[in-house]
């Protein structure tokens, strides 16, 4: 029994309730509500469920007076004093008790299948709050039974706190190539590439005659060729002046040039 002076609480209440007599159970299957006579139910009420402590009560009582028909301590959810039937889930099997102590076991149904959901629910809950509980209580007597650590300081400890004085972190300096100082190539830029030693596409052929120079230039339509010849009539390079420091000055001027028909 619950012990004195602990408070009872409401769970849940459900105006309508049917109750019915039921056969003893001959075997250990589980109890069928089809063998009961569902269209003339024994007794018509209300449940209302209660917790006083860590125990659930479902009572039966009258619509109109409220007075109490039967009830049925609950202890454990689920367990002998609530059970289910195997063949619906609007119909129960509750194991009553009376002030001397005397059981019987009878047969509640619920006309709407929401009310025997509420009904489950309630139950299922308080007992969740009950294991909570006995959990708690488990805790609490293992932790005064063990060991305390002690964070205390002892006399004459004290403790040194340095704010504000970390050591500061160097910059990492930039790698030198070759080891002369030079930072390396910023990202995405390429090298010009050396110049090739093979043959190119000019060709400069160089010619030797008398002692005047001149230059005559060919164009052709696949390469480019730069012939260079001697020619004693010609000194200038047609319409093309060269710097005076490279050209030697001519000994006498000459009169005509030899021009290259393009």
């Known amino acids: 029994m619950a012990a004195e002076g602990e408070y009872e609480s409401v769970l ?150 340095n704010i504000g004085q970390g050591k500061k972190k160097d910059k990492p300096r930039p790698q030198v190539l070759g080891g002369f100082g030079l930072l390396p190539p910023p990202p995405g830029s390429k090298l010009a590439p050396p110049p090739s030693s093979g043959p190119s596409n000019h060709n400069i052929v160089p010619q030797m005659g008398g002692t005047a120079t001149g230059c005559l230039l060919e164009l052709d339509s696949s390469n480019s060729n730069t012939v260079v010849q001697s020619n004693p009539s010609s000194d200038l390079w047609g319409d093309f002046s060269a710097p005076a420091s490279s050209v030697p000055p001519p000994s006498r001027p000459q009169k005509t040039a030899n021009w290259i028909q393009f």
């Open 12 to 161: 849940c209440v459900k105006p309508e309730v049917n109750v019915y007599r039921i056969p003893p159970r001959a075997s250990n299957r589980a109890y069928r509500a089809a063998d009961w006579k569902l269209d003339a139910p024994d007794w018509s009420g209300r449940m209302r469920i209660t917790a006083k402590g860590k125990v659930a009560y479902v009572k039966l009582e009258d619509k109109i007076s409220g007075e109490l028909f039967a009830q049925a301590p609950v202890k454990e959810y689920p367990g002998v004093a609530v059970e289910t039937v195997s063949d619906s889930s609007r119909y129960f099997v509750l194991r009553i008790q009376d002030d001397n102590g005397r059981s019987a076991f009878i047969g509640v149904g619920f006309g709407d299948r929401g009310d025997a959901f509420d009904f489950n629910v309630a139950l299922q809950d308080h007992f969740k709050w009950v294991k909570q509980e006995n959990e708690i209580s488990k805790s609490a007597l293992l932790g005064d039974s063990g060991p305390k650590l002690d964070l205390g300081f002892k006399e004459g400890q004290t403790i040194t706190l």
